[in-house]
């Protein structure tokens, strides 16, 4: 049986606490948050903050078997795994996983969640998630810088976004699109700007944007917590071997150190990007796939079309304009 989370689950679901697969490698940096914190939260605010759990159930012993859990994103009908235990080391954890996710992706399309995004650093993992119907979006290395950069002058035309940018920023994601092509799914200013559902207690957030000759090329948005810092970079390729100043400026705003590195995704799709970060100092910390599931599917529904005139039968001899015009109209 698989059910939602409940208060009673409470001190069942901490016994999965050490045993579970985090697939949400930004928010465990940042925060490393725990399921049971998350089920809860969740649970108090109708999943407004907190995570969306389920829960397998043996029906008849009333034993947990495992647990799925997913974050919502801010205004976008998509989901992003977090959790699920109990971990694959376990003789049948496998089908377990594939029970729960096949549930998961049904509630989220009984909700009008359209997308649920993933990231595993395990081929087994992976493997798992495509059996139940997510595929590959692209797959990306995470880069860590552990030193401080010293301060750089500003650069022109780099600022902080402002609301009136949301055009632009569609138009460059648009550009990156278009020139990457196939596996740039969640490249967007959604994907940007409303990727994870709030800020916790003492985390910060600045976002910039980037304009060169009036067009915006570049963005920028940097994410801190107690923990370290989160870059997301969305550059047009047309502006790529400008960005570095870019970049200098903003690790140079920040107090990157040993104990508070920076991590940087980067597509392998733009592996020029992360020869520019190694350049600036960043190291390789771990490889992920991002794959997606879609709760929905388009399907043709082919349906009788009546045309009058076929009916009644076209005088060949009228002009094209009029076949399809009553001979008598009502008055």
Not at 159 to 188: F, P
Not at 302 to 323: N, W, Y
């Amino acid at each position: 049986m698989i059910r939602p989370f409940g208060l009673q689950d409470l001190l069942r679901i901490k016994q999965f606490d050490v045993p579970q697969i985090a697939f949400d490698t930004r928010r465990l940096l940042l925060y490393a948050p725990s399921p049971t914190a998350a089920a809860i939260l969740g649970y108090v605010t109708h999943h407004h903050l907190g995570a969306i759990t389920y829960i397998q159930q043996d029906s008849a012993a009333g034993e947990m078997k495992g647990f799925v859990e997913a974050w919502p994103r801010t205004n976008r009908p998509e989901w992003d795994l977090a959790f699920l235990a109990p971990s694959l080391d376990g003789g049948g954890a496998g089908k377990v996983w594939q029970r729960l996710l096949s549930r998961l992706i049904v509630v989220a399309g009984e909700k009008n969640i359209s997308r649920i995004y993933a990231r595993p650093q395990e081929a087994q993992v992976e493997q798992i998630l495509r059996q139940v119907g997510f595929t590959l979006v692209r797959r990306e290395e995470i880069l860590v810088l552990t030193s401080q950069t010293a301060p750089a002058p500003p650069v022109e035309g780099l600022r902080s976004i402002e609301a009136g940018d949301g055009g632009a920023l569609r138009a460059l994601c648009h550009r990156v699109q278009s020139h990457l092509g196939k596996g740039t799914e969640d490249v967007s200013p959604h994907r940007i700007l409303d990727f994870y559902p709030y800020l916790h207690n003492g985390t910060t957030k600045d976002e910039y944007v980037w304009r060169q000759k009036g067009t915006l090329v570049a963005y920028l948005g940097l994410e801190g917590s107690p923990r370290g810092y989160w870059l997301d970079i969305v550059v047009d390729p047309d502006s790529r071997a400008d960005l570095l100043p870019c970049l200098e400026y903003i690790l140079g705003l920040t107090e990157c150190a040993e104990k508070m590195p920076l991590y940087c995704p980067v597509a392998d799709n733009v592996s020029w990007l992360g020869g520019l970060l190694q350049d600036l100092g960043f190291t390789s910390y771990t490889r992920q796939a991002v794959l997606v599931a879609h709760t929905k599917a388009r399907t043709s529904v082919r349906c009788e079309i009546p045309v009058t005139a076929l009916e009644k039968g076209i005088d060949m001899g009228a002009p094209v304009g009029q076949m399809f015009e009553p001979s008598v109209r009502k008055k």
